[in-house]
Structures are given as structure tokens and as C-alpha cells.
T-cell receptor, first 117, second 115 residues
Framework: AQSVAQPEDQVNVAEGNPLTVKCTYS??????LFWYVQYPNRGLQFLLK??????LVKGSYGFEAEFNKSQTSFHLKKPSALVSDSALYFC???????????????FGSGTQLTVLP | DAGVIQSPRHEVTEMGQEVTLRCKPI?????LFWYRQTMMRGLELLIY????????DSGMPEDRFSAKMPNASFSTLKIQPSEPRDSAVYFC?????????????FGAGSRLTVL
């Protein structure tokens, strides 16, 4: 079984400060990991993914995420937050060894990021 | 491409009525997913299709829910009869197998309110 946890429902950060949105996962094999963002009244948008290779993944809008296998984490980061980054962020995981119907994404519960001006 | 197109964007109906939500995926995508989002339960996968064939419908809440994909460019999610607890935002998403695994493109969602 695969699962993902986002331990913080809400993260507040001042504009210009670095931000981190946390995600931990559990899979049987090696994971595919994803971050999606949801702005109000919109669908989720893909930000970035980790499949293999470099543990630091760069994505859209200046976001990056670091894959840490020993800590089973995939935290989302940005060096300098913008007010426009305020949104709901979802981490998702898929187990590489799964087949058939198990090859679906499992989404976390979401973290509301608020960047204060 | 205009992205994943969902209709209606908002639907208000009374308990017991039939509700049909529609989705047009991105052309060329071979996977289509229906999700439901609520405050209490978060984002739930209801069903997904590959090449128009339903692969996993284990997330469909009960027999009142049904989904079809008659062709590669159209899918429907039907609730009959609807109940107040079905109130949620329903998202359709699509992807293609060569996209590097599960890079989904979501529609804007259909907000359903059942009174």
C-alpha cells in the first residue's frame, strides 16, 4: 500500500522569506513523487515530479523539492516566497512496483500556504 | 489545446434528482480520472479509464454513481438519485502514458450542491 502525509494543514510565511511545505510518504518499492498546486476555484496544477536521478528537483514558478530516501520525505521549497504563491499544495505518490489499478496516485490532504505581504 | 473542459461549472439541485457531469479530456490523452474533493475527505479518486475502458472504479461511493467514456473525447459522471452528502467539487483529469508517469492535467471542476 502507498500513502502520503502532509503534517501541516496551514503554513504561513512572510513575503521574501524561504518557504517549506512538508511531505512524507510510504511505499513498498521506489516512489514516483509529485507536487501539485490548487488556486481558489481552480483544478490542481502540476508543479514538479521526482522519478529518479538528482534528489533536488526543480519545477514551475521557482519551486523545488528535495527527495530524501532515508527520511522518506519530499519537501517542497522556494527560496523567496511571493504573495501570489498563496494556494493549496498537494503532495502525491505512486509506487513504481505497483501494477494494474494500483498504479494510481495517492494524494495527501493538502497544505494551505499563505504568504503574508 | 484548451485543456480539460468540464461542465457544468456549478450545479444546484434537489435531493433525488439526477445529476450528470461532463468532461472533455485533452486530445491524445489516454487516461481519464474522476476525483471528488470535499473539506472532510480531501481529494478522492472515484474511477479512472485507460483508452476509454474503466480500469478501477473501487472509489465510486455506491451504486448511485456511474461513469462512462463512450469515446476518447468525452466522459460523464452520473449520480442518480443525488443526496446532500454528494455535495462536493468533482474534478476530471487526463494524462497520457508517455508523460512520465501520472502528470495529470485537471479541469476547473464542477461544484455540485444538493439541497
Amino acid at each position: 500500500a502507498q500513502s502520503v502525509a502532509q503534517p501541516e494543514d496551514q503554513v504561513n510565511v512572510a513575503e521574501g522569506n524561504p518557504l517549506t511545505v512538508k511531505c512524507t510518504y510510504s511505499v513498498s518499492g521506489n516512489p514516483y513523487l509529485f507536487w501539485y498546486v490548487q488556486y481558489p476555484n481552480r483544478g490542481l496544477q502540476f508543479l514538479l515530479k521526482y522519478i529518479t536521478g538528482d534528489n533536488l528537483v526543480k519545477g514551475s514558478y521557482g519551486f523545488e523539492a528535495e527527495f530524501n530516501k532515508s527520511q522518506t520525505s519530499f519537501h517542497l521549497k522556494k527560496p523567496s516566497a511571493l504573495v501570489s504563491d498563496s494556494a493549496l499544495y498537494f503532495c502525491a505518490v505512486r509506487d513504481l512496483i505497483s501494477s494494474g489499478s494500483a498504479r494510481q496516485l495517492t494524494f495527501g490532504s493538502g497544505t494551505q500556504l499563505t504568504v503574508l505581504p | 489545446d484548451a485543456g480539460v473542459i468540464q461542465s457544468p461549472r456549478h450545479e444546484v439541485t434537489e435531493m433525488g434528482q439526477e445529476v450528470t457531469l461532463r468532461c472533455k479530456p485533452i486530445s491524445g490523452h489516454d487516461y481519464l480520472f474522476w476525483y471528488r474533493q470535499t473539506m472532510m475527505r480531501g481529494l478522492e479518486l472515484l474511477i479512472y479509464f485507460n483508452n476509454n475502458v474503466p480500469i478501477d472504479d473501487s472509489g465510486m461511493p455506491e451504486d448511485r454513481f456511474s461513469a462512462k467514456m463512450p469515446n476518447a473525447s468525452f466522459s460523464t459522471l452520473k449520480i442518480q438519485p443525488s443526496e446532500p452528502r454528494d455535495s462536493a467539487v468533482y474534478f476530471c483529469a487526463s494524462s497520457w502514458a508517455s508523460s512520465g508517469a501520472n502528470v495529470l492535467t485537471f479541469g476547473a471542476g464542477s461544484r455540485l450542491t444538493v439541497l
